[in-house]
């Protein structure tokens, strides 16, 4: 599943990025292969969806979400 | 000896670079907890124990990998220039994030020294650093500030006056990860940005700065599980900013907020500032009246009390408005709230060309134009950031704010004029967004816009940040009013005084003046608008600025009046047009001129920043001649429409 699919309180890891123009810049902000994610809230129509990663608060569209390849995982990690 | 220390201040947006500077310079940089406040160089010098101190306030970023202008400004510095040292501001309560920059910047082997900033926030989050053992893994020294407080700014002066600085000797980027790109034997982090900055860019080359990054958080994580340990409360609580945004971020509630928070700035602007304006406007009235009186009679007296108490009074009086107005501003930036407003906006603003990120660029329009126009390089494309800032000459900047008060006061009865004046800010909002989607369909492009933007913690706005701004804000204000308002007020008055009579010049009346026969001159265009000679002239004054509109008709209207205890209100409502015998200021001109104000581009100094911002005179040149078109149309039309 991608990202944007993740739905409001669930916790993914993070699997692989989908190329794309701003692929460096989410590895920047801490958005790679093997990092747990949290969506936490969601803008109207969600877009964009704030998630909890590399210990802040990061917004992302729908569209950089789906570049996004995530496993769902029930116990999140601390 | 005596040689100047260059210092730059570097570090990830919003971790406290500006609060810093301000801190070691006394300077006054804009602060504001909002990633991506400051988006150019700024330089102050310090004299400390007779040792010069260059400080350079630089723009956040999160890398040595440009997205944006602001960015660019960073890695650029850093390859081109040699500082002495770098004073590297880390966030403490998001210490692996600040510490990717760090580890690039370390390697370029430039003196560094960590400024681990915000350590009051890491404690409530329940967490601390082992400061010591941090120094041993980064091999630099570490000194722990609350640059907001000010506190360990001593610390860090001691520091600095010592010159021991020191560059580090770990090195982060490992050789092998650049192998493949046989750069050369001697290769260091320097080379390898040399070559990315020299090169095209592509996935070969993309590919291994992902690789670099990934690797550089890999070693952050081992650091900091030695360093950053939790005490018993960080298990526990939940933090209030996570409370509030449930609500602030909600998709229903979210909004709701929004539209309250932002109908109550309106409610201020004013309701609240409207008493103390009329206590100002009621003292000028009495100062000139008493002037009048007493002063014996003459040439300076008329002078006083025509030129220069009308024409500063007329726009002093505004001061209690822009003092709120920034009040007003300075707590959304300072709150966090605007990097909300930008996730509850960015779908919308996607619609007409914008993105989120242009929110805050278009709030500061309402305030003034021209740092707003600046405030715009941190938008990554360049068609979302060129409609930006064609957008916000639309936007109710404070220079407006006179001449609508002024013009609401006289024709809109006193239960509407609130109303009225929300109705101009929804205008500016209005015809920014109609005339956005416009360009969105215009301009085209090929780049693929995004928003990757970190949403920082709520923060209690700090008092003198606040009273800071405020005094800024009023300080530049009076300062216009001084420079083009004192000016303007004293030429025309000599114009409006003087005239060529007999062969010679002479006091005549007002409507034998050098000015009533430039303003016979103009009257043939703004005779459709509805308008009498003395706004004509006010017009054409006011392309110096805006609030000069005001103080010339302040000036233009007390010329050969009785003395009286009227106040510019007054005076302006009774003023009758001597052609038609109706009053001046009816509905139809006042709408008319309202409208005028709300579309025409009548500051230089926007101008000349949208021509620096887009780097071309065109985007300038076309803002201003589209707008006072729409000006004078909108004025004309619908002046037509109500009279
Ligand atoms: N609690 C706390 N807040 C701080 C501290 N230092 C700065 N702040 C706040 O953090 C926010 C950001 O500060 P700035 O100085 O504007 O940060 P900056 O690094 O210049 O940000 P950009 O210019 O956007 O890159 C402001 O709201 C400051 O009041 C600190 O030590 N503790
Ligand atoms: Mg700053």
């Known amino acids: ?78 | 000896m005596n040689t100047i220390q260059k210092i730059y201040l570097v570090g990830n947006p919003n971790s406290g670079k500006s609060s810093l500077f301000n801190q070691l310079t006394g300077l006054e940089q804009k602060v504001a907890n909002y990633p991506g406040v400051t988006t150019e160089k700024k330089t102050g010098v310090v004299l400390k124990q007779d040792q010069y101190f260059e400080i350079t306030d630089l723009p956040g970023c999160y890398s040595l990998y440009p997205n944006s202008i602001d960015e660019k400004v960073v890695s650029e510095t850093l390859l081109n220039t040699n500082p002495d040292l770098i004073i590297f501001t880390a966030d403490a309560s998001n210490l692996n994030r600040s510490l990717l920059l760090y580890t690039q910047v370390a390697d370029l082997k430039i003196p560094i020294i960590v400024v681990l900033n915000m350590v009051d926030e890491l404690d409530k989050k329940g967490e601390y650093i082992e400061t010591s053992i941090l120094e041993k893994e980064l091999d630099t020294k570490i000194i722990s500030c609350n640059s907001r407080k000010g506190k360990g700014i001593d610390t860090l002066w001691d520091f600095l006056i010592q010159k021991e600085y020191k560059i580090s000797q770990n090195t982060f980027g490992k050789k092998d990860l650049f192998a493949e790109y046989h750069l050369d034997e001697q290769f260091s982090y320097r080379t390898w940005h040399e070559y990315v900055n020299k090169s095209e860019k592509n996935a070969i080359i993309e590919n291994t700065k992902r690789k670099e990054i990934i690797n550089r958080y890999n070693q952050i994580e081992e650091i900091l599980s030695l360093t950053l340990k939790k005490t018993q409360k960080a298990f526990k609580q939940k933090m209030w900013s996570d409370r509030i945004d449930q609500y602030a971020l909600h998709p229903f509630w979210g909004i709701i907020a929004m539209l309250s928070i932002l109908y109550i700035v309106f409610q201020f602007l004013f309701y609240i500032a409207q008493y103390p304006m009329e206590g100002l406007d009621w003292s000028f009235s009495v100062i000139a009246s008493w002037l009048q009186n007493t002063l014996p009679k003459g040439l300076f007296s008329l002078f006083l009390t025509e030129a220069i108490i009308p024409g500063i009074s007329g726009v002093l009086i505004f001061i209690p408005q822009i003092a709120l107005l920034f009040f007003m501003n300075t707590w959304l930036e300072e709150s966090g709230y605007l990097a909300r407003m930008v996730f509850l906006l960015d779908r919308w603003m996607r619609k007409f060309g914008m993105s989120g990120k242009s929110v805050l660029p278009l709030l500061s329009g309402n305030a003034c134009a021209i740092p707003a126009i600046a405030s715009t390089k941190t938008i990554s494309t360049h068609k979302e950031r060129l409609i930006t800032i064609l957008s916000i000459p639309f936007m109710t900047c404070s220079a407006r704010l006179p001449v609508y008060t002024l013009l609401i006061s006289i024709i809109i009865p006193i239960n509407y004029q609130g109303l009225a004046l929300l109705s101009l800010y929804f205008l500016g909002i209005f015809s920014a967004i109609i005339f956005s989607f416009v360009l969105n369909k215009i301009i085209k492009t090929n780049e693929t816009s995004f928003l990757i933007m970190e949403i920082p913690p709520y923060r209690w706005p700090s008092m003198k940040n606040i009273f800071t701004n405020i005094r800024n804000a009023v300080k530049s204000f009076v300062k216009v009013a001084g420079k083009f308002i004192l000016t303007i007020s004293i030429i025309l008055w000599f114009l409006a005084s003087f005239g060529y009579q007999e062969k010679t010049i002479k006091n005549v009346p007002l409507e034998n003046s050098f000015v009533a026969h430039i303003g016979k001159f103009i009257e043939p265009a703004i005779e459709p608008l509805g308008y009498d000679w003395q706004i004509g002239v006010a017009l054409v004054t006011s392309f110096a600025a805006r609030e000069v509109f005001v103080s010339t008709l302040g000036t233009l209207y007390n010329i050969g009046a009785e003395p009286d205890e009227n106040t510019m209100l007054q005076t302006m409502k009774l003023q009758i047009n001597p052609k038609t015998n109706t009053p001046v200021f009816t509905l139809a001109t006042g709408i008319s001129l309202l409208l005028f104000y709300a579309f025409a581009l009548q500051c230089m100094s926007t101008l000349a920043a949208i021509r620096k911002e887009t780097g071309t005179y065109k985007w300038a040149i076309i803002s201003f001649i589209s707008m006072s078109i729409l000006a004078y149309l909108s004025a004309l039309l619908s002046y037509k429409i109500i009279s």
């Open chain 1, 1 to 78: 599943m991608t990202l944007d699919e993740l739905k409001k309180g669930e916790f993914a890891i993070i699997e692989s990025l989908l190329s794309s123009s701003y692929k460096l810049k989410l590895v920047e902000m801490g958005i790679f292969k093997g990092r747990q994610i949290e969506s936490i809230e969601e803008a109207p129509f969600r877009d964009p969806i704030c998630y909890r990663v590399n210990n802040s608060k990061i917004m992302l569209r729908n569209e950089e979400a789906k570049s996004i390849v995530v496993r769902k995982c029930e116990n999140p990690l601390i």
